[in-house]
C-alpha cells in the first residue's frame, strides 16, 4: 500500500513563508490533498490538485498558498505565503487510491502574532 510522508511544518511568524512535501512510497495516478486541522476544530480540505495539474483551494487560503507536484517524484508541495496565527493546524497529506483513503502522519505548523 502506498505511504505519505509529510515535511516541512514548523514554527513561523505571521507573514513568514513555508513549503510543505508529501512524498509518495509509489506511483500516484490519482488527485493528491493537503487538509488541516487545527486544536478542537474538524479536518478541512486546503487544497486540491488532480495528475494534470488543475487545482482547487478553499476560500480562506486562495491567493496565500499554492500547490504542485511532481509526478516523476511521486511529491506533492504547499507553498504558504503570508501565514496568519488561524493557519495554525498540523497538516496532513491524503489520497485516494481504490476507494481507500490514504493519509499521512501529519506535519505541525505552528504560526505565531
Known amino acids: 500500500q502506498v505511504q505519505l510522508v509529510e515535511s516541512g511544518g514548523g514554527l513561523v511568524q505571521a507573514g513568514g513563508s513555508l513549503r510543505l512535501s508529501c512524498a509518495a512510497s509509489?506511483?500516484?495516478?490519482?488527485?493528491m490533498d493537503w487538509y488541516r486541522q487545527a486544536p478542537g476544530k474538524q479536518r478541512e480540505l486546503v487544497a486540491t490538485i488532480t495528475r494534470g495539474g488543475k487545482t482547487n483551494y478553499a476560500d480562506s487560503v486562495k491567493g496565500r498558498f499554492t500547490i504542485s507536484r511532481d509526478n516523476a517524484k511521486n511529491t506533492v508541495y504547499l507553498q504558504m505565503n503570508s501565514l496568519k496565527p488561524e493557519d495554525t493546524a498540523v497538516y496532513y497529506c491524503h489520497v485516494i487510491i481504490n476507494y481507500f483513503n490514504i493519509w499521512g502522519q501529519g506535519t505541525p505548523v505552528t504560526v505565531s502574532s
Open positions: 509509489g506511483n500516484i495516478f490519482d488527485a
